[in-house]
């Protein structure tokens, strides 16, 4: 089993920054692509970006190209999700994901095996 813990959420003005972080334990070696998805309030979860497991392909949403950057350290066990010129709209609890296939770098939620338990992320105007 893995098991996955998101830091680094908050209440930020719109323009801020944050970044999320995303710790992975247990059977990390069966850990392949990673990605985070949000879940706005009264909103279906969404897609927000993911990453292969070298780093080497990265795939966001249209929404956050351009403001979002993921990234790994693999030595640390851990994701990142940069996140710049927040807007209102990106107000929502994000959840970082983790999948075990070595082939494809998912961008659906049911192709995860894992999830973590979320971090609230607020963007006031």
């Known amino acids: 089993q893995v098991q996955l813990v998101e830091s680094g959420g908050g209440l930020v003005q719109a323009g801020g920054s944050l970044r999320l972080s995303c710790a992975a334990s247990?059977?990390?070696?069966?850990?392949?692509?990673m990605g985070w998805f949000r879940r706005a309030p009264g909103k279906e979860r969404e897609f927000v970006a993911a990453?292969?497991?070298?780093?080497?392909?990265?795939y966001y949403t249209d929404s956050v190209k351009g403001r979002f950057t993921i990234s790994r350290d693999n030595t640390k066990n851990t994701v990142y999700l940069q996140m710049n010129s927040l807007k209102p709209e990106d107000t929502a609890v994000y959840y970082c994901?983790?999948?075990?296939?070595?082939?494809?770098?998912?961008?659906?939620?049911?192709?995860?095996?894992?999830w973590g338990q979320g971090t609230q992320v607020t963007v006031s105007a």
């Open positions: 994901a983790a999948e075990k296939s070595p082939v494809v770098v998912p961008r659906r939620a049911y192709e995860y095996d894992y």
């Open positions: 990453i292969s497991w070298s780093g080497g392909r990265t």
């Open positions: 247990g059977r990390t070696s069966s850990i392949n692509a």
